[in-house]
């Protein structure tokens, strides 16, 4: 069993250092740092340190930099390159396995890898204290994906509940290195104040959307009738659905609210 546990954690490793591509431009570190609002009273949170180039711009422009390395080599090193900044706490580990904050706001910026980006943001959209801000770097179509970008998706509907979310920034595969086979952006997830649903609301809700999108909103096993998604669109002023199904968020969520009203 300690062996079988052990092969996982160091496939684990070896899946996260394959998927890593490094930014080390610091034009592009401080063009892509101007795109946020993070100043000298943020808290910031990093997911893999890599080798310290963004790691460092963070240092310089936050109060507090908590940076999450897994690899050992990578910690080692940035530990040494960037021992001189007081507002830096260094931790080797697991992203995945690391205690967000309980309490208190902070923000997330990183160049994530690629490969567990839903994990990840399931762990920041899901934790009890969510950050005020996120900026991730990611895979294109991953963000089109999360954001809802061109259609609607489970994810995209789920997490603008909570989250506004946009895409700021294309960049180039040569920006960064090694270079990746698949085009990056820099995507920001923005925490509402107020929650367009509860909990409780929010439970009913995905409910509402995963049966909507196996089967349809409409038809045998539909959960309204057409004219019931006709009225309410009408009444609220929106356009009308689309014969397989609705393309906006706002169009999902006010369906949800007539269909819980019957």
């Given at each position: 069993?300690?062996?079988?546990r052990k ?6 490793s ?7 591509n490094?930014i080390?431009s610091?034009?592009?570190?401080q063009r ?9 009273n943020?808290?910031v ?19 507090h930099?908590?940076?999450?390395e ?10 040494l ?41 399931e ?5 009890p ?20 970008t061109?259609k609607?998706?489970r994810?995209?509907l789920?997490?603008k509940v ?7 920034y ?6 960064f290195?090694?270079?990746?086979s698949?085009d ?10 107020v929650?367009?649903l509860n ?17 349809g909103?409409?038809g ?7 004219r019931?998604?006709?009225?309410a669109l ?5 356009p ?6 609705v ?9 949800f ?6």
């Amino acid at each position: 069993m300690q062996k079988s546990r052990k092969q996982s954690n160091t496939s684990h490793s070896t899946r996260l250092s394959d998927s890593q591509n490094f930014i080390t431009s610091k034009a592009l570190i401080q063009r892509l740092l101007r795109l946020t609002d993070i100043c000298e009273n943020d808290t910031v949170i990093e997911i893999g340190t890599g080798k310290g180039h963004l790691t460092e711009a963070l240092c310089r422009r936050s109060g507090h930099v908590c940076s999450v390395e897994l690899d050992r080599k990578l910690y080692e090193s940035s530990k040494l390159k960037l021992d001189g900044y007081s507002n830096l706490s260094l931790t080797h580990g697991d992203f995945l396995k690391y205690s967000l904050p309980a309490k208190g706001d902070y923000k997330v910026f990183s160049n994530i890898p690629y490969c567990i980006t839903t994990q990840i943001l399931e762990k920041l959209t899901g934790t009890p204290n969510p950050p005020k801000d996120i900026w991730l770097i990611m895979e294109k179509g991953a963000a089109k994906r999360f954001t809802g970008t061109g259609k609607e998706t489970r994810q995209s509907l789920l997490l603008k509940v909570n989250w506004e979310m946009k895409i700021l920034y294309h960049l180039h595969r040569e920006d960064f290195h090694p270079m990746p086979s698949v085009d990056s952006v820099l995507v920001h997830f923005s925490r509402k104040a107020v929650p367009d649903l509860n909990r409780e609301q929010l439970k009913d809700f995905k409910y509402f959307i995963e049966h909507s999108l196996k089967y349809g909103i409409l038809g045998r096993n539909g959960l309204l009738t057409k004219r019931q998604v006709s009225v309410a669109l009408k009444q609220a002023g929106l356009p009308h659905a689309h014969e397989d199904g609705v393309t906006l968020y706002i169009q999902w969520l006010c369906l949800f609210r007539c269909w819980k009203q019957r």
